[in-house]
């Protein structure tokens, strides 16, 4: 097979004027705890911007290098490493910083400059071909004289598609960044890439975990349970083939005013009926519907929808909007009839039970983390069961990130061709008010689906 990519340069990047003389460590909060073993996640952007090969070599580059060093001055963490002790007794996992430390860095230029329209659409695509374009996140290193495991925390690749636009893939530990702070990053690396430095209003990523309280000793519960059944981070393999389409499924603001005003006349009575809650049943009841129209599913099979809540305003103190790490309440699960989610009203009854949750517990500062200490529990307890996730947030404009070429054509969150069944969802970049859905299923379920949802709409 012909390779879609030829390699122009690969490097490290450290930061610029070492933030710290000595080693630093970042304890992982029980936020972060949750997602040590969490496969990496990858992302990739696709900017429309005619670069030509020179330019790209002499400019861009060079220009791509400095801006990075730059904002990892400030985002150090991301160039160290999260250290996984294998044989100590009591000591727990961290973020470690040490000077020098780096984040792989490969530039590219793909040899099929047609992929760029055809991967930066909406339509169906095989989602094999994404991964040329997505760096590789290293599983471990190994360092003399320790017993530890060393796991890396990020890789970049920027790509040229000649005379037509550049791609930038990240591949992130999950341990270390949730989605909100994974694009503070990417925007300020953008910013500074932009403007050739810091913009006015940088204030920088916040650090500080003591925030961030434990009293029911999760963390260390969870580091508990993982050593005492052998549990290791899972090799960062591409998931090749993934035997999957790839889809994006976009509802302007007008649509989800429809979605609303369909509800309204339903169910007077239904208060929450946010732009995420319509989206979330209209594409979980649609997915439910393709699944049973290719597959014999009982009608009373229970099924699930799963999602989680950035908890950064609702952690008590509320914590600074530039937290950096992870701060997901993952206490929302769904459970609903097969039956009741394929029969005529099932949209109905998805934006009931979805708004209804995120009323009763999202939205309530004493009520999100009631039961904290069975949110991993209660997601292992879906374990070979029907499950339909979200990932991203709806609340992050990925689109906002310039590097000086305008905003992104298209975004794609790739891990979701791993994680089962899930959608990512996203603000729209072409409607104000409007959400991109995300999606990499079976190229015949992605049929259904799409059918399904073209018929939601309409009706």
């Known amino acids: 097979m012909q390779e879609k990519t030829v390699e122009l340069q690969r490097c490290r990047v450290s930061p610029t004027e070492e933030p710290t003389a000595t080693m630093t460590t970042l304890p992982l909060t029980f936020f972060d705890m949750e997602w040590i073993n969490f496969h990496p996640l990858r992302r990739v952007f696709f900017y429309g911007f005619p670069c030509s090969h020179t330019h790209f070599i002499d400019t861009i580059i060079p220009q791509m290098k400095r801006s990075l060093s730059l904002a990892l001055k400030h985002y150090f963490p991301l160039a160290g490493n999260l250290i996984y002790p294998l044989n100590s007794s009591d000591a727990l996992p961290v973020l470690r910083y040490r000077p020098g430390d780096s984040v792989p860095l490969t530039f590219s230029e793909s040899v099929r400059i047609s992929d760029f329209d055809y991967l930066s659409g909406h339509q169906s695509r095989e989602a094999d071909d994404f991964y040329a374009y997505s760096p590789h996140l290293l599983d471990k290193i190994t360092e003399p004289n320790s017993d530890d495991m060393i796991i890396p925390l990020l890789s970049l690749q920027v790509t040229l598609f000649p005379e037509t636009g550049i791609c930038i893939g990240i591949a992130c530990n999950h341990v270390a960044t949730d989605a909100r702070s994974t694009f503070d990053f990417m925007k300020a690396w953008a910013s500074i890439t932009k403007l050739g430095g810091y913009d006015s209003s940088f204030a920088g990523p ?84 393709s699944e049973n129209s290719i597959s014999c599913i009982d009608e009373d099979e229970s099924l699930y929808f799963a999602f989680l809540a950035d908890a950064r305003l609702r952690c008590n103190p509320p914590l600074p909007e530039g937290y950096f790490g992870n701060c997901l309440a993952s206490g929302f699960i769904v459970e609903s009839r097969n039956g009741d989610l394929r ?43 029907r499950v339909f996730g979200v990932a991203e947030s709806s609340k992050i404009d990925v689109y906002d990130a310039d590097f000086g070429w305008g905003r992104p054509k298209k975004f794609e969150f790739l891990s979701i061709d791993e994680d089962g069944y899930s959608m990512s969802v996203v603000k729209s970049r072409e409607f104000v008010g409007g959400l991109e859905i995300g999606l990499s299923l079976p190229v015949v379920l992605m049929d259904a689906f799409a059918g399904f949802f073209a018929d939601g709409l309409n009706k």
């Open 206 to 289: 916040y650090l500080d975990r003591s925030l961030i309280k434990d009293p029911h000793g999760l963390s260390i519960k969870k580091w508990n349970n993982i050593k005492k059944n052998k549990i290791e981070p899972p090799l960062s393999r591409v998931p090749i083939p993934t035997d999957r389409a790839r889809s994006t499924f976009v509802l302007a603001h007008k649509d989800i005013e429809k979605l609303r005003a369909f509800v309204l006349e339903k169910r007077p009575n239904l208060v929450h009926l946010s732009a995420f809650t319509l989206a979330s049943s209209l594409a979980w009841t649609c997915m439910v519907k």
């Open 343 to 385: 029969g005529e009203n099932g949209f109905l009854i998805g934006v009931e039970k979805i708004g209804e949750l995120i009323r009763r517990k999202a939205n309530d500062k004493d009520e999100i983390f009631v039961g904290v200490e069975k949110w991993w529990e209660n997601y292992a307890g879906l374990a070979g069961k």
